[in-house]
Structure formats: structure tokens, C-alpha cells
């Protein structure tokens, strides 16, 4: 009952933002730089909600999410550019691909744990990007040209689904085996939960979205180039997750968009940004470990007010 | 005999990432910490050797000790202010500690000097090629080995020897039971920390030799390859790493010269999965069961 208020809360509150957002954009109130921005947002927020399940829910450090963000990008501009398909189509591919290639990924990798396996998905990204790099079709180091096609009405739409499937997910019996990973695997062994088929689920759920994400990103920019989807697009990623609290799936919400306004408004000053982001990563390991938010969600959070003012009156 | 002239050239790329490998291997021995800052140590070594090279004109082997000094300062700075913290701490949160020490170092140069790369003076070592058995071996290759297995050399006599090794040894075996026994044990992380990087400070001097170009975001690709050394040796094992360093340096080489030089990158990752997945522990390692 509680839930699926929630939820209708939820789905109430995305039509309202979308509906506002929408009639400033028609009416021209908000100008093509803040359209773009907010566009960019919904993107960032895409890839920190399904880095989140991976890391966040899973606990399985993943740093080579923007791997399967070049594979979406590229993916879904092959299917635009090259074999002129409709672009909601040209989505879906690049989450399959993407998911086909977390699926790929996964089964090896999985079995590693912590540092290994962080140092195994970067170099699956490395090797992502440096294939990409060397393929002639898709324009090598020089980059491919992709028509603007993105709109608020895509990206917040697909935003919308990612949120909503990654929450369900969370709050299903999958997310909770899920859960049980990240405290304890063995444990989580122990009861008879399949380990590996969750891990390897949860990674190609997070890598479908990120593949959407890379098809809305491709199309927003007019250009992708290898070196987009490098080491630091992972970390930017990371960062997102990490900030919000590893574990909240709101955290991740905040921490994304908080981060992208500050991003782009220091666009000009790309070294102050990669400082600034480097001393908040490591102030927050050392002083918050947790993060912004721990493992708690922004509703959790409303609920413990509200009853604590109640008990006061 | 042009195979054996490439594998020449893939020994002395390889005593590249040996020399750093060791850093790696060394710290992740005793505080189970991925270090990736190391790469940036690399490139500050890269960058100190540029200058007293070029604006003090020292000649090699005082630029090569003033870099491995420098470096052995900022690898201890690095401890001491961000990973002193998080002993107690998870693993992830090191981890992410370290990536942001990486970018903060790489970013901070940026900031204070410029992105635009250095091109090293090429008179530095003398450049001749021998001919020997019809194998044309150039002399440079020949002294990069030769520095490098000295440095290992040194090292091993450090780390079996001496007092601070056997601390070190006894450290990364138990941390707790070397604590029991009078050893200072933050000195002694500091030590290591210390030691290692002044070999990869080393290594950055020897990089610039070879490659002649250097630049603020050298130590990322060098760096990460030379983890891959680590793991592929087996990680925390000294010998591991300078053999893990020379297979890869050697792998790469070949890959480049069957003519494909452009995957070449890819090469080390690709090893680097192949080895986690079918001998975790690495060529030197032993397989430890997890226990609850």
C-alpha cells in the first residue's frame, strides 16, 4: 500500500517536472544552453542510477562504466547515421548491444572480487575505446558525426523508466539477493542465493541503461570521439555514485545533478573542475566515507522527519 | 635476426614497467592498496629528471638520484596525508582514495604548469648501436637494462638483508603480530612507500631517455600497464613484478612489430584478464583459499 503510493507519488511528480520543463522549452523561456543542460543532466543521472545498482546495490566495483556508454553511443549512431533507422530504435539497440556486452564481460569477471575486478572492468573499457579507436566505419581517432536528436521529451522519458525499473528492481526479491551480495557473499552463499547469476544480472541491467545513456549522450553532442569515453568519463561516473552514497539510490539522483551543474559551469576551467573533483573524492573518503547520503533514500529520510514531529506533538 | 632485435627492445620496455611494477607490488604487499597515484610519482620523476637535466645540467646519474629522491619524498606525502587514514577503513574507499590522488596530482601540475608535453635532450645517454652477431642492439637499450638491473638488485638486497626489509617482510606478513614485536609499523609503510617510489622515479627519468616525450598525463597508461605486470607476476611478490614487467614489455614489443601497433594498448588488458581468469595469483603466486 505504502509502496505503491509511493510510486504513484513518484509518477506524479515526473509528468509535473516534465510538463513544466516542456512548456519552458516551447514557449522559449528556457534557452537552447539550459535545455541542453537540463538534457545533459537526465543523461548523468541514467548513468549514475545504473552504476549504482552495480556498485551500490551489488557492491561490485565496476570503474569501466563508460565502456558500455561508448558501446550504446556508437551502437546507436551506426544505426542512425549509417542504416537511417528511427532514433527510439537506434536506442535499444545500444542498450542491447551494451547488455549483450555486459553479459560478456560479466561471466568472466564477476568471479573476481575488489581490486581485481576493478582493474578488470577499466580494462574492459580501455579495450572498448581502443577497438573504436581502430575501426575506419565508425571514424577512428578523427570521431563520427551524429545528428542532434536528442530532446527533453527522450531523455526524460527514458530517465523516468531507468529510475523506475532500477527502484523496482531494489526493492524486489532480485534486489534484495542483491543486497545480500554486497553485505556478505559468502553468507549470501550460504542461503542458497545464486551469486553469480545475480551479479551478472545486476551488471547487464546497469550496462542496458548505460547503453541508452550513450545513445541519448551521441545524440546531444553532434560529434563522439573515443577519447569521450575514457578513464575519466568512467571516474566522472563513479563519482556520481560515490558522492551520493554508495547504496542510495537518491543519493545518486543528487549527487548527479548537483555535480553537472557544477561541471558545467566550470566548463571554461577543466583543470579546477578535475581538482575540485579530486579533493571532494578524496574528503569524502576519508571524512564521510558513506557519502551524502549512506544507504539511506530521500524518502526514508522525509518519513524519519515527519514522525519525529509527530512524536514532538 | 630482426625478432631477437625486438625482443632486445621489449627487455628494456619491460625494465620499464618492472621498475614500477615493483612500487605497486611492494605497497599492495603490505597495505593491500592499489596505489594508482604510482603513475603520477612516475611522471613527477619524469618531470624533476627533464629539469635537472635541462636548467641544472647535471648529467644522468645525478638526475637520475635527485628524481629518485624527489619521488621518494612525494610517494611518502601521499601516505602520510590521504592513505594513513584509511588503514582501518574499506578496501573501495582506498580505492577511490587513490584514483582521486591520481587525478589530484595530474590535475594540480596541469593547473600550475601547462599541459603542453616536454621533449627530453636526446644527447643524455650516448647514442650508438653495437652490432653484435649481426643482432644491431642500441647502446641506450643496453644501459636502460643495465640501470634497471642494478636498481633490482639494490632492491632485493634492501628487502633480504637489511633491517628495514626484514620489517618490511615482516609487516606485510601480519601487521599485528610485527606491531607485538617492536616494529614500527607506520614507519615502516612509509619505507615502502618511499622505496617504491623512487624506483618508479627512476623509471620516469628512463622513460623520458627512451621516449624523448613526456607530458602532465604520461603516468596513467605506464602506470596501469605496469600494475598488469604486478598481477601477472603475482602481486605482492618481488620477483613477480620485475618478471611479470619484462613479459609484458616484451609482449607489447612483438604485437607492435607483427603489425599491430595500434592494439598494442590493448595487448597488456587483454593479458591482464586472461591471467585473472585462469590463474588469479599470477605466475608466481600461490592459490589461498577464502576462509569465513
Redesign the interface.
Known amino acids: 500500500m505504502k509502496l505503491s503510493k509511493r510510486f504513484w507519488g513518484f509518477i506524479i511528480a515526473a509528468l509535473v517536472i516534465y510538463a513544466v520543463v516542456q512548456v519552458l522549452i516551447t514557449t522559449g523561456t528556457l534557452n537552447p544552453f539550459y535545455s541542453n543542460t537540463l538534457i545533459f543532466i537526465c543523461i548523468n543521472i541514467m548513468l549514475a542510477v545504473s552504476l549504482h545498482l552495480v556498485i551500490g546495490i551489488t557492491g561490485q566495483?565496476s570503474?569501466g562504466h563508460a565502456g558500455f556508454l561508448a558501446l550504446g553511443a556508437y551502437l546507436s549512431a551506426i544505426v542512425t547515421m549509417k542504416l537511417h533507422l528511427p532514433f527510439i530504435l537506434a536506442l535499444i539497440v545500444g542498450g542491447i548491444v551494451a547488455a549483450f556486452a555486459g553479459l560478456i564481460v560479466g561471466i568472466?569477471?564477476l568471479?573476481?572480487r575488489?581490486?581485481?575486478l576493478?582493474?578488470?572492468t577499466?580494462?574492459?573499457a580501455?579495450?572498448i575505446r581502443?577497438?573504436f579507436?581502430?575501426i575506419e566505419y565508425v571514424g577512428g581517432a578523427a570521431g563520427m558525426q551524429v545528428k542532434h536528436m536528442t530532446t527533453w521529451t527522450y531523455a526524460f522519458i527514458s530517465l523516468v523508466i531507468t529510475i523506475i525499473i532500477i527502484s523496482n528492481f531494489t526493492n524486489s526479491r532480485h534486489g534484495r539477493a542483491c543486497i545480500a551480495i554486497r553485505e556478505d557473499e559468502?553468507?549470501a552463499d550460504a542461503m542458497g542465493i545464486n551469486t553469480t547469476y545475480y551479479k551478472v544480472l545486476a551488471f547487464v541491467i546497469g550496462a542496458f541503461f548505460a547503453g541508452i545513456a550513450g545513445g541519448l549522450y551521441a545524440h546531444n553532442f553532434y560529434i563522439i570521439q573515443p577519447q569521450n569515453f575514457g578513464?575519466?568519463k568512467s571516474?566522472d561516473i563513479?563519482i556520481f555514485v560515490?558522492l551520493g552514497g554508495?547504496g542510495s539510490l537518491s543519493g545518486s539522483v543528487i549527487s548527479a545533478i548537483l555535480l553537472t551543474l557544477v561541471s558545467t559551469f566550470l566548463q571554461e576551467y577543466p583543470?579546477?573542475r578535475?581538482?575540485l573533483?579530486?579533493?571532494v573524492?578524496?574528503l569524502v573518503?576519508?571524512y564521510r566515507?558513506q557519502g551524502l547520503m549512506g544507504t539511506k533514500e530521500i524518502t526514508d529520510v522525509v518519513a524519519n522527519l515527519r514522525s519525529k514531529r509527530r512524536e514532538a506533538s | 635476426m630482426e625478432w631477437l632485435q625486438q625482443i632486445i627492445n621489449g627487455i628494456s620496455l619491460g625494465s620499464i614497467y618492472a621498475l614500477i611494477a615493483l612500487g605497486y607490488t611492494m605497497v599492495y604487499g603490505i597495505i593491500k592498496l592499489i596505489n594508482f597515484a604510482h603513475g603520477e610519482v612516475f611522471m613527477i620523476g619524469a618531470f624533476t629528471g627533464f629539469v635537472a637535466i635541462v636548467h641544472f645540467e647535471l648529467s644522468f646519474v645525478p638526475a637520475l638520484i635527485i628524481a629518485m629522491f624527489t619521488c621518494s619524498v612525494v610517494g611518502v606525502l601521499i601516505e602520510r596525508i590521504a592513505y594513513k587514514r584509511l588503514r582501518e577503513s574499506t578496501r573501495i574507499a582506498a580505492l577511490i582514495t587513490a584514483i582521486g590522488m591520481s587525478l589530484f596530482i595530474q590535475y594540480l601540475f596541469i593547473y600550475f604548469r601547462g599541459a603542453e608535453p616536454e621533449a627530453y635532450p636526446q644527447d643524455v645517454l650516448p647514442e650508438r648501436t653495437l652490432d653484435i652477431f649481426g643482432v644491431k642492439v642500441s647502446m641506450q637499450a643496453l644501459l636502460i637494462l643495465f640501470i634497471s638491473i642494478v636498481l633490482m638488485i639494490l632492491l632485493q638486497f634492501i628487502v633480504q638483508k637489511t633491517k628495514i626489509g626484514r620489517a618490511m617482510r615482516a609487516v606485510s606478513y601480519d601487521k599485528d603480530a610485527a606491531r607485538l614485536m617492536g616494529i614500527n609499523v607506520d614507519n615502516t609503510i612509509s619505507a615502502t612507500f618511499a622505496i617504491g617510489s623512487a624506483l618508479a622515479g627512476a623509471a620516469g627519468v628512463i622513460f623520458g631517455i627512451y621516449y624523448t616525450k613526456i607530458d602532465p598525463l604520461m603516468g596513467l597508461i605506464p602506470g596501469l600497464k605496469a600494475f598488469v605486470a604486478a598481477v601477472l607476476g603475482g602481486i605482492g611478490i618481488i620477483p613477480g613484478a620485475m618478471v611479470g614487467g619484462f613479459i609484458l614489455g616484451i609482449v607489447e614489443t612483438l604485437v607492435s612489430a607483427a603489425g599491430f601497433s595500434l592494439f598494442r594498448d590493448a595487448a597488456a588488458f587483454i593479458i591482464l584478464i586472461l591471467i585473472l581468469l585462469f590463474r588469479p595469483a599470477g605466475i608466481f603466486g600461490k592459490n589461498t583459499k577464502e576462509k569465513v
Open positions: 566495483f570503474i568472466p569477471t568471479r573476481l575488489g581490486d581485481y576493478a582493474i578488470a577499466l580494462g574492459f580501455e579495450i581502443i577497438i579507436l581502430n559468502i553468507a578513464f575519466l571516474f563513479l560515490v554508495l583543470e579546477t578535475m581538482i573533483y579530486s579533493v573524492l578524496i573518503m576519508l566515507p
